[in-house]
């Protein structure tokens, strides 16, 4: 996008310095009004055009702060739900082994609450079987006091183990009940947990979708913010490219016109166009998109195909015809009178020093030499090497 912006005092000398002929005050004062107004209005542009960019670049920027936030905060559950799944994935796997342990540990409760129940029945029969059986009874069956006191020993005995069987028994029970309800614990906090992390594995699932859709309105937010950049990039280098390029040359090519021109005769009243294109940059001040800074575009760029013959814009000399830092290929064309104009990026030149040269006559072919973009005419027109609007000699 090509802005520039003319002061206004420089837009009324250069006005003033127009060749007008036999124009009337009054028709010199409307076309400096006009010429005013247009001012005002590019002016007006360039201000809205910085603040739109402001505004898109702040945008993208709030955008992609915002995505940011949303990411990190999905992130966040994601991260969050990962570790809750791998401490109940954890919890869940110690409770398979210790379900695994009370199994085998019930299993062996119950083989041995089964052979103490036998051994009770057992013990039982026997008690029943003697229940007529008493402490006298024992004794009378015995034949001398040494075998007395071993059968009270043996009867207390008998009754004693027999308790402790029953204790054992209803010990073993409670231990088997105690063991089922910790496995029925167990699968209650199994099924628990496995509900819980399908759900959240499907929570999961939706968070990490979420988060690639985000991720991929990033990328397309840089995208745009890229070509944003670009196109800001591509204002500053139009800015600072070829303008800085070519007004490192002002002063040395100012100096070299004015050595090799000559000054008499009068001066040219209209010109012919070089080359058939329209003017994609015209003559005057250019605002820098980011600093403000002005920098002066001395001529008018033609947008027009390499290798276009460019005509001569009228009768004069050739002073000057060589590669000339950032004009590249240039060609200076004096008119007499002070006037002067120079045909830059040329890709090949047609005339040298010296040569006379009629209006229309090639001198050169258009290209892209020297800093440039891409095929273009550069066209300036100097006063007495000093460069002046080209549009004010440019006939139809």
């Known amino acids: 996008m090509r802005r520039w912006m003319i002061p206004v005092a420089m837009l009324l ?6 060749p007008v002929g036999a124009q009337s005050n009054e028709q010199k004062l409307t076309e400096i009004e006009k010429e005013i107004d247009q001012l005002n209005q590019q002016i007006k542009a360039q201000k809205e055009i910085k603040d739109q960019r402001a505004a898109a670049v702040a945008a993208v920027a709030a955008r992609l702060s915002e995505l940011q936030g949303q990411i990190a905060e999905v992130q966040a559950r994601v991260d969050a739900k990962e570790l809750d799944i791998a401490n109940q994935e954890s919890e869940l796997a110690d409770l398979e082994i ?11 409760t119950q083989l041995e609450t089964r052979q103490t129940r036998e051994v ?87 968070d990490r979708s979420l988060l690639e859709e985000k991720e991929a309105e990033v990328a397309v937010e840089l995208d745009s913010v890229k070509d944003l950049l670009a196109e800001i990039q591509s204002d500053i280098n139009e800015v600072e490219g ?44 250019r605002i ?43 060609v200076v064309i004096d008119h007499g009178g002070g006037l002067a104009t120079l045909y830059a990026h040329q890709s090949s030149l047609a ?7 009629s209006e229309g006559d090639t001198i050169g072919y258009v290209g892209s030499t020297g800093y ?25």
Request: hydrophobic share 40%; aromatic share 4%.
């Open 372 to 396: 440039s973009t891409g095929p273009h005419l550069h066209f300036e027109t100097r006063e007495f090497g000093t460069p002046v609007n080209p549009m004010g000699y440019l006939s139809g």
């Open 351 to 357: 005339v040298s020093v010296g040569q006379s040269v």
């Open 242 to 285: 070829e303008l800085t390029a070519l007004e490192r040359e002002q002063a040395a090519m100012e100096a070299a016109i004015r050595a090799a021109q000559s000054t008499g005769g009068e001066k040219v009243g209209a010109l012919r166009w070089p080359v058939s294109g329209s003017v994609s940059s015209g003559f005057g001040y």
């Open 98 to 108: 210790s379900l695994s342990n009370l199994e085998a540990q019930i299993a062996r």
């Open 288 to 330: 820098h998109p980011i600093s403000g800074a002005r920098k002066l575009h001395t001529g008018i760029d033609i947008s027009v195909g390499s290798g276009v013959p460019i005509g001569a814009a009228g009768d004069g000399v050739v002073i000057l015809a060589s590669w000339y830092g950032g004009y590249g290929n240039a």
């Open 120 to 206: 009770v029945q057992e013990r039982a029969v026997d008690l029943y079987m003697s229940r007529s059986m008493n402490v006298g009874g024992v004794l009378l069956a015995v034949n001398e006091m040494a075998d007395v006191t071993v059968g009270l020993e043996y009867a207390g005995q008998v009754i004693e183990d027999s308790e402790a069987l029953i204790r054992r028994l209803e010990v073993l029970e409670h231990q088997e009940e105690l063991q089922q309800a910790q496995i029925e614990a167990n699968k209650e906090r199994t099924k628990t947990i496995l509900a819980t992390l399908e759900t959240e594995r499907v929570a999961l699932v939706a």
């Open 13 to 18: 000398m250069l006005a003033l310095a127009v």
